[in-house]
């Protein structure tokens, strides 16, 4: 810990005040003012208390020796084990400038448009748990310098045959720039997704680390190489410097001309370099636990900016459900007394017509669960699994045709699904009716949800990790039972009224579904001793 000069008592890091403040004699310190012996000495590392957690393996560093007895990031309350360790100083820290009670007001206005989370989430105690806590970033600053010949293309007009053409120019010049503080976080159980979304920090405010800004908090240790977003932070480069040169161009004789550069070939062209320093950001971290599993609440320390993957509860989902179904109840009676529309066809249509759509959600929304499942959004976790470093292809002239290449069933689908409901409000409104007891209408609408229940297997089939399949395949059993029944007797009112539960059982199973998915990824078991620190981080981690 660090003792005050005055009457030798501890020293914490005050939020307002921005300086080290005595709990004692109320005296207060520069940060730079205050160092232990061995730190000044040592200029690339300090000495820190690293605790772990004996339930998940956790290990965080804090600067005072008090013993701990919850963990960030399980949620457990238990005494953490401690050692003294000599970690690698960061090069800058962004101070937290929000205090506890402003990131309890930031996270509460999320909850509020969330009707789905569960209640603890607003209740005080529960906020309470919020831990300050430095995450560790990587900090990029960019430099270009270079003379460039880069191909461009501008498209012309024939006025005289009006044909359209190509012209293609050699287009050489100097570039001239630098991109200080692109961050990226370098610490593995905390999402990119997570720190994308609380994301900006003004890196302006950034300062020179100094142990004794730890003083009262805690800091997570790095565990993520920085050659993991050494790709973003060039790309990033890249594309500022080749949308100023097309926009160059357009001022002079070339209005419309594109340059075509993948990130590597601009890499070459404009000399791009990365330089890597390690920093440490302000987080307000909780970790809300539901049995053995934990999810994540963050508020950026220094902003204020809220974010997490809330869980559902599939109690106030259950009571969703059941409101939504009884408001929409109501004006299909109305329709069906005005109108004398047929009671069990009436129901069997609108039934057919809500799976339809739930398919579609449904295909949706499992093909981004299991993006999010197989962490091939978040770099630091793709390369931990498969110690490659994930890289999209950002080539500008092959994008397009690569996601029509890589999309071409998702969108024959959509399009097949699009004409179908067409014909349904078509035949609906009157405009267009192809029998009278809309037959053909009832088989061609299963039809499109048994193919759209195909595409969404097609799809999930592919993923190694998913989900249980139970919604997809309870869906398209109620389908092929309503098919069956507009095959063999159409007109049996029974029969459509067991048509029209089926299919509404069908599309609450498929709900339920994604729920718990999104629940599982959501809510995860944290890593048995998964984590390290200390001198083995200091060690393997790139600089």
Known sequence: MFVCKNCGGNIRFDIKSQKLVCGICNSSFEPEEIQKENDSVDYDFFEATIFT????????????????????????????????SREKKPDYIIPFKKTKKECIDEFRKIT?????????????????????????????????????????????????????????????????????????????DFSDDLGERIAPYFTAEKKKFYPSYLSGFYADTTDIPSKVYEHEAREIANDIARDVLEGEASRGDYKDMKVYLS????????????????????????????KDKVAYMTVNGQTGAAATDFPISIVKYLMGVLAATILLTIP???????????????????????????????????????????????????YQKYKVVYIKDKKKNVELKNFIRANIVDLSASTVQVFILIFYILCIAGIFSPDANGILLRIGM??????????????????????????????????????????????????????????????????????????????????????????????????
């Open 53 to 84: 957690c004996p339930q998940c393996g956790a290990a965080i560093m804090c600067e005072d020796n008090e013993a701990a007895s919850f963990c960030t990031y399980c949620a457990s309350s238990t005494v953490l084990t401690s050692r003294i």
């Open 112 to 188: 509020k448009k969330a009707i789905f989370a569960p209640s603890q989430l607003r209740d005080a105690k529960v906020l309470e748990q919020f831990k300050a806590i430095y995450i560790p970033y990587w900090y990029f600053n960019v430099k270009q310098e270079a003379l460039f010949t880069v191909n461009g293309m501008e498209e012309y007009k024939d006025y005289t045959s009006s044909m359209k053409g190509l012209n293609y120019y050699n287009v050489s010049g100097y570039v001239e720039g630098e991109y200080d503080g692109i961050c990226r976080d370098g610490s593995y």
């Open 263 to 290: 990130n590597d070939e601009a890499t070459k062209q404009f000399n791009t370099q990365v330089t890597s320093k390690r920093a440490l950001l302000p987080v307000w971290f909780m970790s809300f636990r539901k």
């Open 332 to 382: 299909v009676t109305f329709i069906m007394m005005m109108f004398r529309y047929d009671a069990a066809k009436l129901f069997q249509d609108v039934t057919l017509f809500i799976s339809m759509l739930s398919f579609i959600i449904y295909f949706i929304e499992i093909k981004r669960l299991q993006t999010k499942d197989l962490h091939s959004e978040d770099a630091g976790k793709f």
């Open 446 to 543: 299963s039809i499109g949800n048994l193919f759209m229940a195909g595409v969404c297997a097609y799809r999930s089939f592919g993923f190694k990790k998913s989900s249980r399949y139970i919604g997809l395949i309870t869906g398209s059993l109620a389908v092929v039972i309503v098919l069956a029944i507009q095959i063999i007797d159409p007109i049996s009112k029974f029969g459509n009224m067991l048509g029209g539960a089926v299919l509404s059982l069908g599309c609450f199973v498929m709900f339920i579904d994604l729920v718990l998915y999104h629940n599982e990824l959501t809510m995860r078991k944290p890593s048995l001793l998964r984590r390290r620190g200390g001198d083995e981080i200091a060690d393997s981690v790139d600089l």
